[in-house]
């Protein structure tokens, strides 16, 4: 077996780097939070896609302190799939209709950029999931 | 490193595994694969939860949904609600004893809320494992300022000013015990982790190198650097298999990463470990006995002076430290003296991590700032005595730990406090008992565990515990004097003052701290010939309380030795000549009709 690379001090602020993904997720304290709406409508209207594209916007643009995570039916189940985007401090802001384009879409331009998508958004406001 | 949306973090401590944790794991990711989800979610094991009540304990990241005493049957519902429908099931959520509502997040449960975690900070958060893990969370980064940017005066320095004494029983401050080893002539010096936990009930090191074992790796490297040593060992007692495989694991990543071994981070400094597996003898977590048997030796106590950090290992200077010690080095190191010296008493400073067992409803492992009161751990943190039953006595410190009483529940827990109670800080076990414990039957069990695991070497602890134990055991047959008491208590401190040892210097502490808080208890069990708790059998006698018996035919089915007569919707009998008194009938009975009576038989005598 090939010997492995030895570590130096400056390596391991590198590893810390790296694993920034799997702090943030475990300490829960995310810059912004997607939820993926999931219940079985959700589901049902494709937001098995909605998901895939938006965990693969995030490998794509390394973007590792954004937390990711589902929820169930909003209870407006004929504007499927839908995407609540929140950030901390700010009220969420959910968007409804969604196809995976429109969603890599909301991903770099409000998650990135901070810049709400008004054309998909239904509206700016609260719900809780438990 | 891929990303993943979830991450389900299977508690795999001792605990949580010898229920099942590893097969909840297994039902996880074989749920996961069919769902489709192993892209998006990941599973992994960590270290011990400290909830153990509760297990097996799963947690759910980003969301930090906590559930607990998980089936392999929940598994499919469970992944498919929260993971693939986002709705966190609250079946399988902790409910409090009481109450009805279930707590969804761990933050928000009385069990978690109250503790304080440094030591265990990585508990329950990462793979044990996996070295990068360890990293992510800051992990090394204390051990890299240490080798760069410090001289070993500055590490002792930091040490000695946290005012973090030992961790293991004697609370001897670290700091000193390095400089000592640092001014000591002689070389090469070694290090020696103390990882021999030996008390009944205690888990707190197994849980540490289970959880997270490279915060040991760290500390010690640290110390070494502080002490000048080369070479260390970590003892580990050979009933710990899953503490032990990862301390294993992780000198090996250790090694591997350049992070142990020789020219540590590219630093030049060159610090090795080596396990060595004690076989569990209680007296071996004396240090000049731990030392011992690290030697190829029976474990068996020496005179110090010379003190180890003197003449240790092989006659050369050693500083041994415990487990817990070891892991708290490195958060100093990163966080500084003065954060660390903020917590705490005037003379305890920071956390302690106590397990807490016994008749309280959460049992499990705890880490709370010193100082904090007896009340805020049991009735905060423990949640109580299961139902509703009065609280009566803690023991504290282990075997030789002494008991305290209700009355004194304001005590707060640091090292002065405990000693002048009577009882001592020990390693951290903490055994809560309740209105239905005999105090003289305990202080007969932890002398009947100590006269098995006193070395021998001092007649004063290999005869005084012997004679202890027979006395006390004496007194629970109903046979007891009142001269026995006499006898009982001069033999306790001649224990106390002429054995060589920590065993046996303490090894006296059941007896004298019952003796001067539960005398009456002593008292009913010789005068009245009675236990007043209703535990020693030779004092009792179970019989039907026939208003109450609804002849039910639940204790007949329990009695191992059919003593119970009786047919449904008649009141039983108890046939006392065929009762053992094993009290499985008082257990399944609902009505309280079985009553723990004082043996008339005796009483005439």
Known sequence: ?????????????????????????????????????????????????????????????????VIVSTSGCAGLCNREPMATVEFKGQPPVKYVDLTPDKMRKIFAEHVLCGRVVPAHALAVGSETVY | MKQYRAHLLVCAGTGCVSCGAFKIKEALEKEIQKRKLQDEVLVIATGCNGFCERGPILMVHPDGVFYQQLKVGDVPFLVEEHLLKGRPVKKLMYIPPEEKE????????EFFKHQRLIVLRNRGRIDPEKVEEYIAFDGYEAMGKALAEMTPEKIIAEI???????????????????????????????????????????FMDRSVLEADPHAVLEGMVIGAKAVGAEKGFIYIRHEYPLA?????????????????????????????????????????GEETALIASVEGRIGMPRQRPP????????????????????????NIILRGAKWFSGLGTKTSKGTKIFSLVGKINNTGLVEVPMGISLKDVIYGIGGGIPGGRDFKSIQIGGPSGGCIPAKMLDLPVDYESLTEAGAMMGSGGMIVMD????????AKYFLNFLRDESCGKCVSCREGTQRMWEIVKKITEGKGTERDLVVLEDVARTCK??????????????????????????????????????????????????????????????????????TLKDVHLIEQAKCIKCGACQEACRFEAIEAQREEAIQVI
Request: charged share 25%; glycine share 10%.
């Open chain 1, 1 to 65: 077996m090939a010997e492995k690379k030895k570590l130096r001090i400056q390596d391991l602020a590198k590893i810390r780097e790296k694993t920034r993904a799997l702090t943030t997720i475990r300490e829960s304290e995310g810059r912004a939070k997607v939820t993926v709406h999931m219940g079985t409508c959700g589901i049902a209207a494709g937001a098995r896609e909605i998901m895939d594209a938006l965990l693969d916007e995030m490998q794509k643009n390394k973007v590792q302190d």
């Open chain 2, 102 to 109: 279930p707590i969804p997040k761990m933050k928000d449960i």
């Open chain 2, 160 to 202: 000695t000013a946290s005012g973090l004494r030992g961790r293991g029983g004697a609370g001897f401050p670290t700091g000193k015990k390095w400089a000592a080893g640092r001014a000591a002539k002689g070389s090469p010096k070694y290090l020696i982790c103390n990882g021999d936990e030996g008390d009944p009930g205690a």
């Open chain 2, 244 to 284: 032990l495989k990862r301390v294993v694991i992780a000198i090996e990543q250790a090694r591997d990463n350049g992070l142990l071994g020789e020219d540590i981070l590219g630093t030049g400094f060159n610090f090795d470990l080596e396990i060595v597996e004690g076989a569990g003898a209680f007296v071996s």
């Open chain 2, 307 to 330: 003190y180890p950090a003197q003449k240790g290992l092989w006659g050369k200077p050693t500083v041994i430290n415990n487990v817990e010690t070891w892991a708290t080095v490195p």
């Open chain 2, 435 to 442: 209105d239905k414990t005999c105090m003289v039957d305990i």
């Open chain 2, 497 to 566: 003052d002429a054995s060589l040892c920590g065993l046996g210097q303490t090894a006296a502490n059941p007896v004298l701290s019952t003796l001067q808080y539960f005398r009456h208890e002593y008292e009913a069990h010789i005068l009245d010939k009675r236990c007043p708790a209703g535990v020693c059998t030779a004092l009792i006698r179970y019989v039907v309380v026939a208003e109450k018996c609804t002849g039910c035919l639940a204790c007949k089915t329990a009695c191992p030795t059919q003593a119970i007569k009786g």
